[in-house]
């Protein structure tokens, strides 16, 4: 066998090599990508569901603090009514 053909095959080889051990590299680093980003992702949209539910919650709240607020509203206008008609009857003892 002659040296050059031996360089040649020795040299088709390494680039062959290096073609699969680079496609190799590629995929698997392609793969790890994949798996983070997908965490990545799983991540944020569980962060955005917990922020849903804290917004729920916040609604519910504010709802109910309002419902409390219109029944002081009614409470407060019913002690004025009452006060004015405690002063007029107050007023009447006075004449």
Do not use: C, P
Request: avoid cysteine; charge should be negative; charged fraction near 30%.
């Amino acid at each position: 066998m002659d040296w050059t053909v031996l360089t040649a095959i020795i040299s088709v080889t390494a680039a062959i090599s290096g073609i699969v051990l680079g496609w190799y590299g590629k995929t698997k680093a392609f793969k790890a990508e994949v798996v983070q980003e997908a965490t990545a992702d799983a991540s944020l949209h569980t962060d955005v569901s917990y922020i849903k539910r804290g917004i729920d919650d916040i609604k519910v709240d504010v709802r109910i603090q309002g419902q409390r607020m219109d029944g002081l509203t009614e409470r407060l206008i019913r002690v004025e009514e009452s006060t004015k008609q405690a002063h007029k009857r107050i007023d009447e003892l006075k004449e």
